[in-house]
C-alpha cells in the first residue's frame, strides 16, 4: 500500500505536467498563439491547465503521505521515475522526438532507481 502510494503521486505528477503542457499549447487558439496576452487568457481558462494543477494538488497530498512511511533519500529518487512518463507522454502525446541520447538517459535513470529502490 505504501508503494502505491508513492508511484501514483508520481505519476500524478507526470500527469500534471502533461496536462499543463496540453493546456498552455498554443493548438486551437483563436489569436494564432502570438502574443502573451491572448496566450494567457486561452491558458487560464483551458480545462487541462486546471486538470494538471488539480493532479499537482493531489499529487503533493499523496507525497505527503509517502514521505510519513519512506526515508527521504528512498522516496525522491522515485520522482525521476516521472521524467520517464512524461517523456514517453511527449513522444506519444505532442509528437516529441525521443533521441537515443534521451533513451540512454532514461536507461540510466531506470538503473539508478533501481538500485536506490532494493538498497
Known sequence: MNV???ITSVLLGA?????????VSPAGDPAGGTG???GLLRA??????WAGLAAYGFS???WLF???????????PMV????????AA???????TVSVQKWVGVGLISCGVLFIARS
Open 60 to 62: 503533493m497530498l499523496l
Open 90 to 96: 511527449g513522444a506519444i502525446f505532442f509528437q516529441e
Open 15 to 23: 500527469l500534471g505536467q502533461v496536462f499543463l503542457k496540453w493546456g
Open 4 to 6: 502505491a502510494v508513492l
Open 80 to 87: 525521476s521515475l516521472g521524467y520517464i512518463v512524461v517523456m
Open 44 to 49: 487560464l481558462s483551458s480545462w487541462p491547465l
Open 36 to 38: 502573451a496576452v491572448p
Open 66 to 76: 509517502a514521505l510519513r512511511k519512506f526515508p527521504l533519500s528512498t522516496a525522491y
